[in-house]
């Protein structure tokens, strides 16, 4: 069983930076394919960012390319997510998944199994 855990959310202004982590329980942190999406107030969950297990191939959505930057760190089963340059319509609840890779894949790209509680991200204009 996986548990993802997200943290590091909290209240900015526009234009200041955040950075996210979410914890994977188990020893199996480095076969998962992880990625994060955001749901704001009233609109479905949208897709963030993803990451390879060997972190070899990342993802993003257009609206975060450049600004947002996923990473991971196996030795630690932790996967983060730097965000800069903030503005008011990343506000959302931004929550952490996991999916197992299948043997010889590199893809983040598929579905996700395993869903953390989320962290709230407020960026005030």
């Known amino acids: 069983q996986v548990q993802p855990v997200e943290s590091g959310g909290g209240l900015v202004q526009a234009g200041g930076s955040l950075r996210l982590s979410c914890a994977a329980s188990?020893?199996?942190?480095?076969?998962?394919?992880m990625c994060w999406f955001r749901q704001a107030p009233g609109k479905e969950r949208e897709f963030v960012a993803a990451i390879s297990w060997s972190g070899g191939n990342t993802y993003y959505a257009d609206s975060v390319k450049g600004r947002f930057t996923i990473s991971r760190d196996n030795a630690k089963n932790t996967v983060y997510l730097q965000m800069n340059s903030l503005k008011p319509e990343d506000t959302a609840v931004y929550y952490c998944?996991?999916?197992?890779?299948?043997?010889?894949?590199?893809?983040?790209?598929?579905?996700?199994?395993?869903w953390g509680q989320g962290t709230q991200v407020t960026v005030s204009s």
């Open positions: 188990g020893r199996t942190f480095s076969s998962l394919a």
């Open positions: 998944a996991a999916a197992f890779t299948p043997p010889g894949s590199d893809s983040a790209l598929g579905a996700y199994d395993y």
